[in-house]
């Protein structure tokens, strides 16, 4: 297997989390968790770990957790040195769902502890808002040690700021949309000022817009490397976590193959300048999201 090395984040709990992991959405013909659908994932996820991966992300919604835990107890690596993120899934966010689908997630992926739980989304309109309890229900499976990390995705501002008011605990990371079209500063800077590690989802804009961007292929091309390449070295830079998807094992090696090379801050600027805000987003609003 490759040796490559990726740097490491030091998140807020002390855990270190590899900087570059893999996306597992979208794997599967659809997002059931079932016996088909892990004879799909699982050789995929095998293909991700031979590449070098060591840190995988899986969700509830996504249906790849029975996948993914059969692809890590069957490679041999040892279990603390493969990170394993999961999140809740919008239809678990009351206690007693969330007590019995969180312990349905560790039997999927085949461990004890894992080694970090994030909220999917804040449902600011559901639940009576009170995503509050939910962030409480997740910090006591790090008090009873089932969980090393507790974190949240989609969290706007006002989501971070009152869950940490409200409980006094900081999540240790909050995953969101960021790519070149999308900037998303406000959660980032939010991010910041709360000493939350910061982790982009849909990492190269999900639909692959930005990978056709005329300013990216000028910057690829000087350094010799692909578009995606150089998106995911701007992510790096900017001391972002992410984890781009790819079913695909060239492509799984192009998007780890990005630690010999450096954007100038020139090149970075250049990027930061794609921004086009709001209409940048590819994925749901958090602030009225309600699917699954
Ligand atoms: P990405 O931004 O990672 O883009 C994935 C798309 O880009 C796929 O179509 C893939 O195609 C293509 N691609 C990957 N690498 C390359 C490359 N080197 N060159 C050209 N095309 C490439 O999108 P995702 O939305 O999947 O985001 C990544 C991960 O983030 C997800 O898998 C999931 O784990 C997480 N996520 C979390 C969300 C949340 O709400 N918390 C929401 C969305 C995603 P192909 O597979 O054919 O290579």
Redesign the pocket.
């Known amino acids: 297997m490759p040796t490559i090395q990726i740097p490491q984040i030091t998140l807020n709990t002390g855990a270190t989390i590899p900087q570059l992991g893999y996306?597992?959405?979208?794997?599967q013909p659809d997002r059931e968790s079932n016996e088909t659908n892990a004879k799909i994932t699982e050789p995929v996820v095998t293909q991700a770990l031979e590449a070098g991966y060591r840190h995988l992300?899986?969700?509830q919604a996504?249906g790849t957790e029975l996948g993914v835990g059969r692809a890590v107890a069957a490679s041999g690596i040892p279990r603390e040195e493969i990170f394993i993120t999961s999140?809740l899934a919008n239809a678990n966010h009351t206690p007693d769902d969330l007590e019995r689908s969180f312990e349905q997630t560790l039997t999927h992926l085949g461990v004890d502890q894992l080694d970090l739980f994030?909220i999917?989304?804040p449902l600011p309109t559901l639940y009576d808002g009170d995503y509050v309890s939910t962030w409480k229900t997740i910090t006591g499976f790090v008090a009873d040690g089932r969980l090393r990390s507790a974190g949240v995705?989609?969290f706007q501002p006002a989501h971070l700021d009152r869950i940490v008011a409200e409980t006094g605990i900081v999540p240790a990371v909050n995953?969101?949309?960021i790519?070149p079209y999308f900037n998303n500063n406000a959660p980032r800077e939010a991010c910041a000022r709360h000493g939350i590690a910061v982790e982009?989802?849909?990492?190269?804009?999900?639909?692959?817009a930005p990978?056709s961007d005329p300013t990216i292929t000028q910057i690829a091309e000087a350094h010799d490397k692909?578009?995606?390449?150089v998106i995911l070295r701007w992510h790096m830079q900017h001391q972002i976590i992410?984890?781009?998807?790819?079913?695909?094992p060239e492509?799984m090696a192009?998007?780890l193959d990005i630690f010999d090379f450096e954007l100038t801050r020139t090149e970075i600027d250049a990027i930061d300048g794609l921004d086009r805000g709001p209409e940048g987003r590819?994925?749901p609003d958090p602030d009225t999201y309600e699917g699954v």
Do not use: C, M
Not at 200 to 208: Q, R, T, V, Y
Not at 242 to 248: G, L, R, Y
């Open positions: 996306g597992t959405l979208a794997l992300d899986t969700a996504y999140k994030l999917h989304w995705s989609n995953q969101f949309e790519h982009a989802h849909s990492p190269l804009g999900h639909n692959s990978l692909t578009v995606a390449q992410t984890i781009p998807k790819s079913a695909k492509r192009e998007n590819v994925g």
